[in-house]
């Protein structure tokens, strides 16, 4: 059964016959009604744990949730409806329910200012390290301890754009499902394999022990960026630090090489997304090659 052959009500879940187009209902849901307390309970990241799904905003996240086979359900504000109106008949030519609700109660579901109007539930992301070490990956990102969920969703779109196979999120790290986070992914959350795992020294172990060379990056690195691209022939992995406070020393020491890139300017450092964008591009610049 796929994800989008369950959509989830109030914490049960029914199977859908995908060869029948679910019509809008004729009354628009308020922010009263249970099904959208329930979806907006959905922000909370226990809630999303234990429910196995989480509510995404916006034409990006809402197309990328029907282009992947992930969305449960969609939802759209009444007076947005002829706006969005490609993306439900997709979504109830797919089978899946398309809830209509009004103006305050998509102003409940939204995490933003201004709410586009449009929402999809979809199951979570989330996959196992040992899932993605099977598939022999070339390149991968590893934010070790990332706390903002915007560098969050940033970093998994520039893992996406340079063609990295995964993102693992090692450590105490922001949960990737968060709203601010799928923005900023801007769809890319669920282009490519994400993974969250506990620990960081384990992480790194079964990283080393697939045969993957594990990079670190650093300010003062042992290596300069353009000095290790020969290690970019074979596997890798990319451990970024916290945005604070990078990489503590006894993680550093567990890679194989220190990596530092080479600031020309007058900059003092990288953000951390930069800095992960540069690294994954040369890094996939030699696979191209």
């Not at 990328?64 to 030519?93: C, F, N, Y």
């Not at 194989?256 to 600031?263: E, G, K, L, Q």
Request: charged share 20%; glycine share 6%; with cysteine.
């Amino acid at each position: 059964m796929t994800a989008a052959q369950q959509v989830s009500g109030l914490g049960t879940t029914d199977v859908v016959d995908s060869t029948r187009a679910r019509p809008a209902s004729d009354a628009a849901l308020t922010e009263r009604s249970a099904r959208v307390v329930a979806m907006s309970k959905l922000h909370r990241a226990a809630v999303r744990r234990r429910e196995n799904r989480f509510l995404v905003e916006g034409r990006n996240s809402v197309t990328s949730t029907l282009d992947t086979g992930r969305a449960l359900s969609v939802v759209v504000a009444e007076d947005q409806a002829d706006r969005h109106a490609d993306l439900l008949a997709r979504a109830a030519g797919a089978g899946l329910d398309v809830l209509t609700v009004t103006a305050r109660a998509a102003a409940k579901l939204s995490e933003t200012d201004t709410t586009p109007g449009i929402f999809a539930l979809s199951a979570l992301v989330d996959t196992s390290l040992d899932d993605i070490l099977a598939h022999s990956p070339r390149m991968l990102a590893v934010p070790v301890e990332m706390s903002d969920p915007g560098n969050a969703g940033t970093l998994i779109r520039a893992a996406d754009a340079m063609g990295a196979d995964a993102v693992v999120f090692a450590g105490e790290s922001v949960d990737p499902h968060n709203g601010k986070s799928v923005r900023a992914s801007a769809g890319s959350v669920f282009h490519l394999p994400i993974a969250r795992t506990a620990d960081v020294t384990a992480t790194i172990a079964a990283l080393r022990a697939s045969g993957i060379v594990v990079l670190a990056t650093a300010a003062d690195g042992d290596s300069s960026l353009p000095d290790v691209t020969g290690v970019f022939e074979g596997p890798t992995a990319w451990l970024f630090g916290n945005e604070a406070h990078g990489l503590a020393p006894e993680i550093e020491a567990q890679a194989d090489h220190r990596v530092s890139i080479p600031i020309r300017g007058r900059a003092e450092s990288l953000n951390l997304a930069s800095a992960a964008s540069i690294c994954l591009y040369e890094n996939a610049r030699a696979h191209r090659d």
